[in-house]
Every structure is written in structure tokens, then in C-alpha cells.
């Protein structure tokens, strides 16, 4: 039994994005969800699953995230529950144990939602958000690496970034290339953060954050929260909203390296991924015609591109260099602006722009073919990955 | 300003990476050993990661190594940071295969290449923590 086609997305809630104050993650993650059964046209009491996920500033707490959520929204008739941690890669992974579920008669409707708030009405910074610099220093050796100053996602990517270039001969313009064509995407998605015009020279002219990263690599942060209602194929045929179906399924996790192996920092799990979910979807890279690509920083989105085949490994700089993610572009990419224009919410930013792309509901910047349409989800240091194959056709 | 938020935070030696501690206090590079496959392993675990054994051992390693990767830190996440950026952030692999997140030291961050030899520097934090840093090795 194939699961291509047997699942789709129904339902869609996206909150207001960005600089929202005055609500905790946990009322966006109920708003969110309450937007996308209004969105699919459901009651609340046909939810039956709920897969939570919740960014850094519900603190510790995030375990309890999901038992908060179920109560104060009242869903009493639950047959799929559970919080998830994959880091960047859970969105995907979310939508797919979802689809498992809801194919195999564990439940009808599951809701799969991401919300965060780390901003707050005040003078500090939004990179100050994240990092780390307040936490308490952890015992043993991993206090001696907060000890050595390494705070934060950005180093890892830094670092990345660094070793590319030194293998690959990879250049920060080529990265820059990235970066102003997801903004020019932006610029079209009247949700997206920013929205005013970049260009490479502006990017080479961003402070460093961490070298060779400069600011304009790095994705956003936001306050928001965003849902996805997972169903059959046949529910969703049954609603309002154009389905979204569910092709290919897949992940991959190689945790950490503690020791020099081949790859590292510059090759994510990926290609074992995608093998996975594009077998399931029959279709090849050649096939994808919109891509949402996770992009916490421009060379994730480099290296995911080459871990999928678009390009060959070390070919990255240059096949983006034409500005070809882009508009107009022959690989349009990440075309709500993605995290690093339009809007941080995790794995949820290309999994609700994808289900936008193959709704067609895009707007302005709705990309003419878009019957393939790739979502990838890559967690922490690259450790993580998921794909995820959408499509408007049922096969 | 209070001195705790000027102060870079100390590491916490506990029961587990006591002999690590222990070892750079005298000079020494200290990491698990796997009686069982040899593999070398850093920062402390319970299980081999190649074998499984649970039987590991402290063994002092050479200290020596090279530049696996680096970056400059011009962030100041922490107010005991913001007279050193942009700072290093320093991969170092280890001749037994380990890497260590580290920070070079006597080293301008523009001299800093990948593949360049580096060996083991020790810097005293109180009386209590002495940690491992690199510098660049000395010819040999």
C-alpha cells in the first residue's frame, strides 16, 4: 500500500505574523487552530488529533503545551495526541504521522500547530531572543562551551558557511543572491515581514553576526502561530478548500557528530529524505515545480539544494546565483519570502506556503505550475530532516 | 552592572567530567577511551557510540590537532563578551578523531586557516577550573 495521495491538508490558520504583542504562544497556537477549521469548515468538535509544537519562549514548559492547548479549547474527543521535537524538521514529520493516522482510521481530523512569541513590546533586540546569553551555564563540559562564547543556531550556520567556502570556493555574494530573491518573493506576500527591496550589495553592507554570517542570512524572528488540519483524501474532497494532497513522505536523522566524519557542516541528512518521499510521490527533482525550502539561514537553503540533487554538491553558489529562486526564476523558491523574509514559524513557514502554492491561492505571487510542490523541514545543526511532497492532484 | 554579568560564566566540573577537570588542572588533555574498540570520544558520554560498550575509560590524549573549521563571534550575547568581538570560535579535530569546540588563543583571528596545526593551551579560571584551549602548535 502506497500512501501517495491517501492523506491531504484541509485546513490552514495563519495569525497575524511578526511584531504582535500582548499573546503567549500558546493563545497564537489556539488561534491558529481555530483559524484553519474555520479555514477547512469544520466544527471544533470533529478535531480528533493534535500534534504541538512550541518555539523557545514557552520557556521549559513546552510538554504541557499541548494538555494547555486541549483544555482550554475543550477538545474532549481526542484520538491522536502528542507533543514533538525535531526542531526545524517537525512540521513535516507532524503532517506525517498525521496522515499515517487519519489513513489508517486512528483519526479524521488532526490538527498540527507551531506557535511561538519570543518578542516582546520593549528595547531588546530580536536576535537577543535567541542564543542563549541569559541561561544559567549548564554543569560539565557543556558549560566550557558556553564558557568559549558559542551561543546560539547562528555559529553552527557560520560555520557552515565557512567550510563550504573553504571546500567549494563558495562566496557570501552567491548566498546574497539567495537572500534578495526570497525578498523579492516577499515583497509580493502582504504577510511577510519585510518587504522593502534588497539588493546584494545591501547584504555584503549588513553587520557581521557571526563571520562569515551576516545579517541578512539569518532567517527572522516572529510572534505568530500557524495550523495545518490534516485528513483523508476523501474528507477532504468533501470541504471547501482545495485540497492539498499529500504525495511523499519522508525523513531523516543523524543526530550529532562528536567526531570529524565525512560532511560535516556541510551535508545535511537530506538526500536520504527525500529518497524516501520522492520514491513514495514518484517524481524526481526534475518534477518539483515550486520548492519551500527550510531557510533559517541562506546556506541551509544552499545545501539543501544540493543535497536533494538540484545541483551537485559544491555547485550551490552558482546554480543560485542567477537569481533563479527567485520570480520569474526556473526553481521558484521559498515564494512567501520563506524565514528569512517572510515570517519564522519553524517548519511551519514552507509547509503553510506550500499548501498556499498548491491551493493556488497565492496571490501575486502564485506560481503558474505548481502541481509538485516540495517542503523540506531541517532541525537544529542539521541533524533533522523531513520532506514532505504536496500537490493539488489527488495523483 | 553587577560583576555576575561581566563575568564570563565558569564551567561546573560535576561527577561525570571530573576527570576532565582534574586533568587540565595538571596539564593534561583527558578524554574517554573505549576499552572495548579503542574509539575516543568527546565531551563525556555513557555509551560508545560506534560500540555500544559501556566500558570507558579516562586516557590523556596528545593534545595536539587542526583547524577543522572557525568562525568570528561579532554578536555580544553576554555584556562579559563585548570588549572581545569579534572573538573566534574554533572547531579543532583531534588527532584521535574527536572535535572540540574551542576558542584559539596567542592567534589574530586573521591568521586563523582551516588545516593549520594546533596543539593544546591551558588557561587557569580560579583556583578550582582550569580549561583547554588552542593555540597554533610550535614547529616541531
Same mark, same amino acid.
Given at each position: 500500500?502506497?500512501?501517495k495521495g491517501k492523506a491531504?491538508?484541509?485546513?490552514?490558520?495563519?495569525t497575524?505574523?511578526?511584531k504582535v504583542?500582548?499573546?503567549?504562544a500558546t493563545?497564537?497556537?489556539?488561534?491558529?487552530?481555530?483559524?484553519a477549521?474555520?479555514?477547512a469548515?469544520l466544527?471544533?468538535d470533529e478535531l480528533d488529533?493534535l500534534?504541538?509544537?512550541m518555539?523557545?519562549s514557552?520557556?521549559?514548559?513546552?510538554?504541557?503545551?499541548?494538555?494547555?492547548?486541549q483544555?482550554?479549547?475543550?477538545?474532549?474527543?481526542l484520538?491522536?495526541?502528542s507533543?514533538m521535537?525535531g526542531m526545524?524538521?517537525t512540521?513535516?514529520?507532524?503532517?506525517q504521522y498525521a496522515?499515517? *493516522?487519519v489513513a489508517? /482510521? %486512528?483519526a479524521?481530523?488532526?490538527?498540527?500547530v507551531?506557535a511561538? &512569541?519570543p518578542?516582546r =513590546?520593549?528595547?531588546?533586540?530580536a536576535g537577543a531572543?535567541?542564543?542563549?546569553g541569559k541561561?544559567?551555564?549548564?554543569?560539565g563540559i557543556?558549560?566550557m562551551?558556553?564558557?568559549?562564547?558559542?551561543?546560539g543556531?547562528?555559529?553552527?550556520?557560520?560555520?557552515?558557511?565557512q567550510?563550504?567556502?573553504?571546500?567549494?570556493g563558495t562566496?557570501?555574494?552567491?548566498l546574497g543572491?539567495?537572500?534578495?530573491s526570497?525578498?523579492?518573493?516577499?515583497?509580493?506576500n502582504?504577510?511577510?515581514?519585510?518587504?522593502?527591496?534588497?539588493?546584494?550589495?545591501?547584504?555584503?553592507?549588513?553587520?557581521?553576526v557571526?563571520?562569515?554570517?551576516h545579517l541578512?542570512?539569518?532567517?527572522?524572528?516572529?510572534?505568530?502561530?500557524?495550523?495545518?488540519?490534516?485528513t483523508t483524501?476523501?474528507?477532504a474532497?468533501?470541504?471547501?478548500?482545495?485540497? *492539498?494532497?499529500?504525495? /511523499? %513522505?519522508?525523513?531523516?536523522?543523524?543526530?550529532?557528530?562528536t567526531? &570529524?566524519?565525512?560532511? =560535516?557542516?556541510?551535508?545535511?541528512?537530506g538526500?536520504?529524505?527525500?529518497?524516501t518521499?520522492?520514491?513514495?510521490?514518484g517524481?524526481?527533482?526534475?518534477?518539483?515545480?515550486v520548492?519551500?525550502?527550510y531557510?533559517?539561514?541562506?546556506?541551509?537553503v544552499l545545501?539543501a539544494?544540493?543535497?536533494y540533487g538540484?545541483?551537485g554538491?559544491?555547485?550551490g553558489?552558482?546554480?543560485v546565483?542567477?537569481?533563479?529562486?527567485g520570480p520569474?526564476?526556473?526553481?521558484?523558491?521559498?515564494t512567501?519570502?520563506?524565514?528569512?523574509?517572510?515570517?519564522?514559524?519553524?517548519?511551519?513557514?514552507?509547509?503553510?506556503e506550500?499548501?498556499?502554492?498548491?491551493?493556488?491561492?497565492g496571490?501575486e505571487?502564485?506560481?503558474?505550475?505548481?502541481?509538485?510542490?516540495?517542503?523540506?523541514?531541517?532541525?537544529?545543526?542539521m541533524?533533522?530532516?523531513a520532506t514532505?511532497?504536496?500537490?493539488?492532484l489527488?495523483? | 552592572?553587577?560583576?555576575?554579568?561581566?563575568?564570563?560564566?565558569?564551567p561546573?566540573?560535576?561527577?561525570?567530567?571530573?576527570?576532565f577537570f582534574d586533568?587540565?588542572?595538571?596539564?593534561k588533555?583527558?578524554?574517554?577511551r573505549c576499552k572495548?574498540c579503542?574509539?575516543?570520544?568527546?565531551?563525556?558520554?555513557?555509551?560508545c557510540d560506534?560500540c555500544?560498550s559501556?566500558?570507558?575509560a579516562w586516557?590523556q590524549?596528545?593534545?595536539?590537532?587542526?583547524v577543522?573549521?572557525?568562525?568570528?563571534m561579532?554578536y555580544?550575547?553576554h555584556?562579559?563578551?563585548?570588549?572581545e568581538v569579534?572573538y573566534?570560535?574554533?572547531?579543532?579535530k583531534?588527532?584521535?578523531g574527536?572535535?572540540m569546540?574551542?576558542?584559539l588563543?596567542?592567534?589574530?583571528?586573521?591568521?586563523?586557516?582551516?588545516?593549520m596545526?594546533?596543539e593544546v593551551a591551558?588557561?587557569?579560571?580560579?583556583?578550582?577550573?582550569?580549561?583547554?584551549k588552542?593555540?597554533?602548535a610550535?614547529?616541531?
Amino acid at each position: 500500500m502506497t500512501m501517495k495521495g491517501k492523506a491531504a491538508i484541509c485546513g490552514l490558520g495563519i495569525t497575524a505574523m511578526g511584531k504582535v504583542y500582548g499573546k503567549s504562544a500558546t493563545q497564537f497556537a489556539i488561534e491558529s487552530i481555530d483559524l484553519a477549521l474555520k479555514d477547512a469548515g469544520l466544527p471544533k468538535d470533529e478535531l480528533d488529533g493534535l500534534l504541538v509544537y512550541m518555539g523557545n519562549s514557552t520557556g521549559g514548559s513546552n510538554d504541557y503545551s499541548s494538555v494547555f492547548i486541549q483544555n482550554q479549547m475543550g477538545l474532549r474527543g481526542l484520538r491522536l495526541f502528542s507533543y514533538m521535537d525535531g526542531m526545524g524538521s517537525t512540521a513535516s514529520s507532524m503532517v506525517q504521522y498525521a496522515a499515517l *493516522a487519519v489513513a489508517n /482510521g %486512528m483519526a479524521n481530523y488532526v490538527a498540527c500547530v507551531f506557535a511561538d &512569541a519570543p518578542l516582546r =513590546d520593549s528595547k531588546v533586540s530580536a536576535g537577543a531572543s535567541f542564543g542563549g546569553g541569559k541561561r544559567p551555564t549548564p554543569p560539565g563540559i557543556l558549560g566550557m562551551k558556553l564558557h568559549n562564547g558559542y551561543f546560539g543556531a547562528n555559529t553552527w550556520y557560520a560555520l557552515a558557511m565557512q567550510r563550504h567556502a573553504h571546500l567549494y570556493g563558495t562566496t557570501s555574494q552567491q548566498l546574497g543572491a539567495i537572500a534578495v530573491s526570497q525578498r523579492q518573493w516577499a515583497m509580493k506576500n502582504p504577510m511577510a515581514q519585510m518587504r522593502s527591496p534588497i539588493t546584494v550589495a545591501d547584504h555584503q553592507a549588513s553587520r557581521f553576526v557571526v563571520e562569515p554570517l551576516h545579517l541578512l542570512d539569518c532567517c527572522l524572528v516572529s510572534n505568530g502561530g500557524v495550523a495545518v488540519i490534516v485528513t483523508t483524501a476523501e474528507r477532504a474532497r468533501a470541504l471547501r478548500p482545495p485540497p *492539498a494532497y499529500i504525495w /511523499g %513522505m519522508g525523513q531523516a536523522h543523524r543526530g550529532d557528530n562528536t567526531r &570529524a566524519m565525512p560532511g =560535516d557542516f556541510i551535508e545535511s541528512p537530506g538526500a536520504r529524505s527525500k529518497d524516501t518521499a520522492f520514491r513514495m510521490a514518484g517524481v524526481t527533482v526534475e518534477d518539483v515545480d515550486v520548492a519551500q525550502i527550510y531557510d533559517c539561514y541562506t546556506i541551509t537553503v544552499l545545501i539543501a539544494l544540493e543535497d536533494y540533487g538540484f545541483c551537485g554538491k559544491g555547485e550551490g553558489g552558482a546554480f543560485v546565483a542567477d537569481g533563479k529562486l527567485g520570480p520569474g526564476g526556473s526553481l521558484p523558491t521559498n515564494t512567501g519570502g520563506g524565514e528569512l523574509s517572510g515570517y519564522y514559524m519553524r517548519g511551519h513557514t514552507p509547509l503553510s506556503e506550500a499548501v498556499i502554492q498548491a491551493r493556488g491561492q497565492g496571490g501575486e505571487r502564485q506560481v503558474k505550475d505548481h502541481n509538485v510542490v516540495l517542503v523540506t523541514g531541517n532541525g537544529g545543526w542539521m541533524q533533522h530532516h523531513a520532506t514532505l511532497v504536496l500537490s493539488p492532484l489527488a495523483k | 552592572m553587577t560583576t555576575q554579568h561581566t563575568q564570563k560564566p565558569i564551567p561546573v566540573p560535576d561527577e561525570a567530567s571530573a576527570p576532565f577537570f582534574d586533568g587540565a588542572k595538571h596539564g593534561k588533555l583527558m578524554m574517554q577511551r573505549c576499552k572495548d574498540c579503542g574509539a575516543w570520544h568527546h565531551p563525556v558520554r555513557i555509551y560508545c557510540d560506534d560500540c555500544l560498550s559501556p566500558h570507558l575509560a579516562w586516557q590523556q590524549a596528545s593534545g595536539k590537532g587542526e583547524v577543522y573549521n572557525f568562525a568570528l563571534m561579532h554578536y555580544v550575547y553576554h555584556p562579559a563578551w563585548a570588549n572581545e568581538v569579534p572573538y573566534n570560535l574554533t572547531v579543532v579535530k583531534l588527532e584521535e578523531g574527536p572535535v572540540m569546540e574551542t576558542n584559539l588563543v596567542d592567534c589574530k583571528n586573521s591568521d586563523i586557516k582551516i588545516g593549520m596545526p594546533v596543539e593544546v593551551a591551558f588557561v587557569k579560571l580560579s583556583d578550582d577550573v582550569t580549561v583547554p584551549k588552542f593555540r597554533p602548535a610550535k614547529k616541531r
